[in-house]
């Protein structure tokens, strides 16, 4: 890119950022203006720019508002609720009492405004345990916008607020059928910068992410495992893909996002190994080899074994030692005990699939409990949070039972737990076995209708999707926590881009494949 292009840049991000204190100095005479320009700045993906700037009008808001309702329609309170709590404001839900009658149910006019229902139906996603409102409101305004799909000129934006609310999509995902919508269709000065941001973000982005991608494939190419393993997944697009979707927000993580790809890429070969190629007394000298983290305990494996180890332990030590070299700790410790934890849940899986009579299979509640752990979400976390530098937190980990960690990443904890859960279930919602896997995958559907033989496979897929949702408002809660920490927000940020991934990585259509993900590969690397 020429240095025309950058000086362009770097005046049009100044521009914007001079419109937003702009709205903020106009934000007690026209409030909902300010927050309609946050949240389009943040539909496109640009908010990473400005993020003093957007807690300056969330935080004049928000004192603004503190004392008595100070927006009155359904559309401009639901924004107000979603932008505000998602900042980590305390807002309750109960500012929606107010478009309710006094028989408990919301107000019949309500159910005209699409407008409205499509921002109350966004609002609801953050929606925390406990409260009722907004499992009320979720269920009302999916109803009615529903209602109108095939009898409204807006039925493509209520398609996509039902399919993809912000809260729960990707970055970027739907960021360019925003940029061309009607929102940024007008004349005002903001509406036109933005757009033009937003485009020259666009080019920056993709330029970044190929080159990011040459460098993983090249990597994964020089292992020489792809010749070892020829059955296993050579998909260093796709793992990419996941460390670029959870780190999409900053585009300055290139080394992060390359780091955190190869720890996916280890995820799914190991899954791989355990499911495809080993017998069970290699797998269970393989496990030992990775928990001991000793070269000397390979020498009896496979060939394609040992190659796979010694590719691991090389790669997770190089990682560590960058990690000190930028942070100025060595997490080695914490990463190699999740890695043992990753191959004993692996383990017990094969294990339990090896049983010919099938009388060692689990029920749904173990195969869950198991199959968190083997999600590998616990090791992403782990990895994610010391490249981000936060191993000042001193985080918990597999062995470590101190209690005065602040943050806390073992696979039991609440934030790893429910993110872990989220991928279990979507994945095995979508399909029981990868598109290119041959090998035998549990599901947790399969395991819950055995136990609760009575119901039908409808009635066991809404059980399991009210289980992601229960999931997801952990995931609120537990992010809503993390505003304590100011030096946390890139994590929180992360934590939610891998719940949001999921859809994109597992949400398989009829034909096993993956629509989403091939939308956000076009979208963010070749469009």
């Known amino acids: 890119m020429q240095e025309t292009f950058w ?41 990473h720019h400005f993020e003093e700037e957007i807690e300056m009008i969330l935080g004049q808001q928000y004192n603004r508002c503190a004392k008595s309702v100070c927006f009155h329609g359904l559309h401009d309170v639901s ?69 109108y799909l095939h009898q409204n000129c807006d039925a493509e934006a209520i398609t996509n607020t039902l399919t993809h609310p912000q809260h729960k999509t990707i970055p970027r995902l739907t960021a360019k059928d925003f940029l061309h919508g009607d929102l940024l269709k007008g004349s005002k000065k903001w509406q036109k910068s933005l757009r033009e941001l937003a485009n020259m973000d666009f080019l920056i982005e993709k330029s970044m992410h190929q080159d990011e991608l040459l460098q993983i494939s090249k990597w994964w190419k020089d292992m020489g495992l792809v010749e070892e393993l020829p059955n296993a997944r050579n998909q260093p697009i796709k793992w990419y893909t996941g460390s670029m979707a959870i780190l999409i927000n900053d585009l300055t993580l290139c080394f992060e996002r390359i780091e955190l790809a190869k720890v996916i890429a ?18 269970t000298l393989f496990t030992h080899a990775i928990n001991r983290w000793d070269h000397s305990a390979i020498d009896m494996l496979p060939n394609y074994m040992r190659m796979s180890c010694k590719a691991l332990l090389h790669t997770t030590n190089q990682i560590a030692n960058n990690i000190q070299n930028m942070h100025g700790h060595n997490p080695i410790e914490y990463m190699k005990a999740t890695w043992g934890s990753l191959c004993n849940a692996f383990l017990v899986e094969a294990k339990w699939f090896a049983s010919a009579a099938g009388d060692e299979l689990p029920t749904a509640k173990e195969y869950l409990e198991n199959g968190k752990v083997s999600s590998g979400v616990h090791v992403v976390l782990l990895h994610l949070f010391f490249l981000l530098g936060l191993g000042g937190f001193t985080c918990s980990a597999e062995g470590d039972s101190t209690g005065h960690h602040e943050i806390h990443l073992n696979h039991t904890s609440k934030l790893t737990s429910s993110l872990a859960t989220i991928l279990r279930l979507w994945d095995d919602l979508g399909s029981s076995k990868d598109e290119l896997q041959d090998g035998q995958d549990g599901s947790y559907m399969d395991y819950y209708m055995k136990d609760e033989p009575k119901l039908s496979v409808k009635q066991a897929r809404q059980h399991v999707l009210d289980m992601i949702t229960n999931e997801w408002k952990n995931v609120n809660e537990e992010c809503f926590r993390l505003r304590h920490y100011s030096s946390a927000t890139c994590f929180k940020r992360a934590s939610l881009n891998l719940a949001r991934m999921v859809a994109l990585t597992y949400g398989y259509d009829e034909n096993q494949r993956l629509p989403l993900l091939e939308k956000y590969v076009k979208t963010t690397l070749f469009n």
Do not use: W
């Open 7 to 47: 000086r362009e840049y770097e005046e049009k991000m100044e521009e914007v950022g001079q419109l937003l204190l702009q709205s903020k100095e106009e934000g007690n005479e026209n409030p909902m203006e300010s927050l309609v320009f946050v949240d389009a700045i943040q539909r496109v993906g640009v908010d």
């Open 79 to 147: 924004l107000f609720f979603r932008l505000l709590r998602q900042q980590g404001y305390c807002v309750s839900a109960d500012v929606f009492n107010n478009f309710k009658g006094k028989d408990g149910k919301f107000l019949e006019e309500v159910k005209q405004d699409i407008r409205g229902l499509m921002a109350l139906y966004e609002a609801a996603q953050l929606s925390f345990h406990g409260e009722t409102i907004m499992d009320e409101a979720q269920n009302f305004s999916r109803l009615h916008l529903s209602a």
């Open 266 to 283: 280890f995820v799914h070969l190991l899954d791989d190994i355990f499911d495809l190629y080993g017998t069970i007394d290699h797998l």
